[in-house]
């Protein structure tokens, strides 16, 4: 088909695209059903297709787009004042990457991810001060900052938006989809001004976020039919079993 060939980045081929067009539909209806999941997964699959220096900026946009269909499908349920909070600090900690020119440690960042991942799902609570608006800030600022150099900080700002709202499906998804909605804006404007060339990608990305939203719409059809503690269960299964992936990965670095 012209029109689909001519969407497509000259260094994708028509199978590779194809298959990451389902992806995203598939891994964003994973994070519209049980909370976490789909971004991590879809930048795995990406990071098997893509050029290195496409994969992270590409994916954030890919992951706007889904986010910001899953925050509009679930309006109602976004605690306004904690975006407010966290909004500030997403921007600050974007602000703050673009200043390091150099790679930080994978590894390290890795592992620093995992830890904060299994501290926030089966640690104590989280007094509700850190818990608030500066504590909001500060996740924002921290998550922000390392997902411009490792792309993978969904998990854990989903685990901190979980103990926010203890459990409630629909306030943990609609929350966690506005904060990573927020947390990928910087990105565009980050690696637009590091040379990345938007532009090339554009047909990709599109095509990618229109199949996120049909993912999306059926994976909150399947959340409407969870439990509370059903859900609560599985996100925390996920959760640690995304952290251990991590760990897995930053230890084989290291060899």
């Not at 900080?153 to 929350?175: E, M, S």
């Not at 990345?196 to 719409?217: E, K, P, Q, Y």
Request: hydrophobic letters at 60%; charged letters at 10%.
């Amino acid at each position: 088909m012209p029109w689909f060939e001519a969407l497509l980045p000259e260094q994708l081929s028509h199978l590779s695209a194809l298959f990451l067009i389902l992806a995203a539909g598939l891994t964003s209806a994973i994070t519209a059903s049980i909370g976490v999941g789909g971004g991590v997964l879809l930048l795995a699959v990406m990071a098997l297709m893509l050029p290195p220096a496409a994969i992270i900026p590409v994916h954030g946009m890919v992951q706007l787009g889904s986010n910001l269909n899953r925050a509009l499908m679930t309006l109602k349920d976004i605690d306004w004042k904690l975006l407010a909070a966290f909004t500030p600090g997403a921007i600050f900690g974007a602000w703050l990457a673009s200043l390091f020119l150099v790679q930080l440690p994978m590894n390290l960042l890795l592992l620093t991810i995992a830890g904060f991942i299994l501290f926030l799902t089966w640690g104590p609570k989280i007094p509700p001060i850190g818990l608030g608006r500066l504590g909001t800030f500060v996740a924002a600022v921290v998550t922000t900052f390392i997902s411009m150099f490792a792309g993978a900080t969904g998990p854990l700002v989903a685990a901190f938006v979980k103990q926010q709202h203890q459990g409630d499906r629909f306030r943990t998804v609609a929350n966690f989809a506005a904060a990573m909605s927020v947390q990928h804006i910087p990105k565009a404007v980050v690696f637009g001004a590091a040379g990345f060339v938007f532009r090339d990608w554009l047909g990709l990305m599109l095509l990618m976020i229109a199949s996120g939203a049909i993912g999306t719409f059926l994976g909150l059809r399947l959340l409407a039919r969870l439990s509370n503690r059903n859900f609560g269960r599985i996100i925390n299964v996920i959760l640690t079993l995304l952290a251990i992936r991590l760990i897995w990965d930053a230890l084989t670095m290291t060899n």
